[in-house]
């Protein structure tokens, strides 16, 4: 394995990760560099042991867990029945590598991201099936725990509150971008006269999807673990599962019209690209044979909880408008940079999504 670690002197984390761990630190090379700096550790006795996460610039607002948290919530979970990579060091001294860090083990298993089918073994109607409801059985498990242990490792963000802090960051990435977003800003005045009153709290991760659960196994799935818990807190457990939902397809869903997007981006890559979006769904396996549909995972959801799941709308539109958020706070953070971003009209479709729901056009 290649060395890559960028930043900093390798040298310098393998001495100190060979002391702090007790074991002789080999290589280490780059995974993944986005909201985090992930670096794959190896030992003599694995390749690769271990994963080192290092937050980045972006992960530095309000609404994400700083390092020392994101370790305390994972050592909570230890125990549980949520899968997550053991955490096994965390490193407060920014003299190593120039920011706080954590250690966890490293899991085998993939991830699926947004838009990608599952990997190629499971492409089949049993193992649809296992997926969903793998995913949906986690989240409930995690949703079962007791909010009073992740007292003082997890902040109360109220339902209101949180809707307030997503309009506000949308707020701060426009005036950046300087794109207007009227339907997202309709949305936003939909949401705010639409909140729920009353609301459970639970452990919530705060992004939960397939593209944060690692998937193992060989003809049968199993997640390996559930990661990236930088974004947990305790709150409405049901803007975690309308998030899910948000990612399923079912039959006869209305697909928003392009025609808009097409005359002010162009028909290039990226409107074919929403155009099969369109067709096949964010998360396309959830529209082949197996996958079961919305309303089935509620009720299983419901079943595994004891938690009613009411105003269905209000979730999944605050599930698209928080995405759209996201993606304009990466557009925010590009041009701060002076990089370029091509996914505007992404966010203008999620936006046409949101309202979509809102508009009751996309039922449960």
Same mark, same amino acid.
């Given at each position: ?49 271990? +994963? ?13 867990n700083d390092v020392t ?18 955490? +096994? ?21 993939? $991830? !699926? $991201?947004?838009?990608?089918?599952? $990997? ?8 649809? &099936? ?14 079962? %725990? ?20 997503? !309009? ?14 009227? +339907? ?10 639409? +909140? ?7 452990? !919530?991760? &705060? ?6 659960? %690692? ?20 709150g409405d457990p049901l ?12 039959? &006869? ?20 690209? %929403? ?14 044979? &197996? ?6 995972? !509620? ?23 928080? %995405? ?38 996309? $039922?449960?």
């Open positions: 394995m290649a060395d890559s670690t960028p930043d900093f002197e390798a040298g310098a984390l393998t001495s100190y990760l060979s002391e702090a761990l007790g074991e002789t630190v080999t290589d280490t090379e780059e995974i993944h560099d986005g909201l985090n700096l992930s670096v794959a550790i190896s030992t003599e006795a694995a390749d690769p042991a271990y +994963v080192l996460r290092r937050p980045n610039e972006m992960r530095q607002a309000d609404s994400f948290r994101e370790y305390a919530v994972m050592e909570r979970l230890r125990g549980s029945p949520v899968p997550v990579p053991e955490p +096994v060091l965390c490193c407060e001294d920014e003299s190593v590598i120039g920011d706080p860090f954590l250690v966890m083990e490293h899991l085998d298993g993939e $991830p !699926v $991201p947004l838009g990608s089918d599952l $990997p190629e073994r499971f492409r089949n109607p049993r193992a649809r &099936g296992d997926v969903a409801r793998l995913l949906i059985d986690a989240l409930a498990d995690l949703h079962s %725990l007791d909010s009073g242990e992740f007292a003082d490792v997890c902040e109360r963000r109220p339902l209101g509150e949180q809707l307030d802090d997503v !309009v506000a960051q949308l707020e701060e990435a426009t005036s950046v971008t300087g794109r207007e977003s009227p +339907v997202l800003w309709e949305v936003a005045d939909w949401l705010r006269s639409n +909140v729920p009153s009353d609301s459970e709290t639970a452990v !919530v991760h &705060g992004d939960f999807r397939p593209g944060n659960v %690692l998937f193992a196994g060989a003809e049968r799935p199993a997640i390996a673990g559930v990661l990236d818990w930088e974004t947990a807190f305790l803007t975690e599962l309308g998030y899910v939902l948000l990612r399923w397809r079912d039959d &006869g869903d209305p697909m928003p019209s392009l025609d808009d997007l097409a005359a002010r981006y162009g028909d290039g890559d990226a409107i074919e690209e %929403l155009r099969e979006t369109n067709e096949r769904g964010l998360a396309p396996f959830t529209n082949r044979p &197996g996958s079961p549909s919305r309303r089935e995972l !509620v009720d299983r959801y419901e079943a595994a909880t004891g938690i009613a799941y009411e105003h269905d709308r209000f979730y999944r539109a605050f599930a698209a408008f928080m %995405l759209a958020t996201v993606w304009e706070d990466i557009h925010r953070h590009r041009v701060e940079a002076g990089e370029e971003y091509n996914r505007e009209s992404h966010i203008d479709h999620m936006a046409l999504i949101a309202r979509s729901i809102a508009d009751e056009e996309f $039922p449960l």
